[in-house]
Every structure is written in C-alpha cells, then in structure tokens.
C-alpha cells in the first residue's frame, strides 16, 4: 500500500498527465457539477437554442401542458429515445393529473449541472411539439389561463388564414 501519491511514473521519471490522480467522469468535469456563474453563463449562451428553460443552479425545468393524455406519454417515449441515444442521462419527467407535464433535468451523479443537460434541453426543443398536442408554459401558477391565452392566440391566428385565403 502507498502512503504517498508519487509524481512521476516509473517509466523515465516523467509525468504521465495531468490529470493522473484527478477523478474523471463522463462529463469531463472532474466529478463537479457546473458552478453557478458557469451554468449561468452557459444558459445566457445557449439561450436561443433553449428557450422555455427554467433554470436554477441545480436544474433545468420546462413545463407543458398537453391536450391529449397519449400524445403526452408518446412524448415521454420519445424523449427517452433522443436521450438513450445521445446524453444517457436519463432526465425525470413528470405527468400530473394527465395534463400538465414537467421536464426536469440534472446530472445525479453530479448532484447538479453539467453541460449534457443543456445539450438534452436543445435536443428536447428541437422537437414538434403540436405533434404531441403540447402547449409549453412558462411556469405552473395560473397555467390554465396561460393555455386559454394559447387557444386564443392560435384562433386567431387560424381566422386571419381564413380571412387571407377568401380575399385572394
């Protein structure tokens, strides 16, 4: 047993590398999660590509609400594809009372962040989310009046078609 950590390795006396007796882990850092100002600075960067993010400096979150029960849980399925063929990380996902969903994503054996879970969040916002009958919210308090605004929006929208295709 070695009382000491040695400097040099026994071939030639030179350092190996640096991080010889450093703890590594899949995501390349050290087995920390990312610091507050790192995970606030990669939010600020990455803003675009995932909007409708929540973040802390433990979590991302992102919540919806979903019009059709099935649809919501097809979604689930597929989101554990992208992840189980990308990040691996295995995000926590929850559906209450059959219409409201939350995304919740963090590293576990980090306890935190790392910047997997930005890179699942930017895959998760790729994805169509009408297609899953899914409306996305900004956050839980009042969020019925947050989807009748969306409903509204969307008629709208659909009259002013309508009104463009007759005038033509």
């Known amino acids: 047993m070695l009382l000491f950590k040695p400097k040099y390795s026994a071939f030639f006396s030179e350092i190996i590398t640096k991080k010889q007796f450093k703890k590594c882990c899949r995501y390349n850092q050290d087995g920390k999660p990312l610091t ?5 600075a990669l939010y600020e960067t ?62 576990p054996s980090l306890n935190g ?5 930005f890179d699942l969040a930017m895959r998760i916002n790729q994805m169509n989310f009408n297609e899953y009958f899914l409306i996305p919210l900004e956050s839980l308090d009042n969020y019925k009046k947050e989807v009748q605004a969306y409903k509204l929006k969307k008629q709208a929208e659909q009259i002013q078609q309508e009104l463009a295709q007759t005038q033509k």
């Open 46 to 107: 990455m803003k675009p590509m995932i909007e409708g993010w929540k973040v802390t400096d433990l979590r991302l979150f992102k919540y919806f609400y979903t019009e059709d029960y099935l649809s919501g849980i097809q979604f689930i399925k597929d989101i554990s594809k992208i992840d189980a063929l990308s990040t691996k990380n295995c995000p926590s996902v929850h559906l209450v009372g059959g219409e409201l969903l939350t995304l919740e994503l963090f590293s």
């Open 36 to 40: 507050p100002i790192q995970v606030k």
């Open 113 to 117: 962040l790392s910047q997997v879970d």
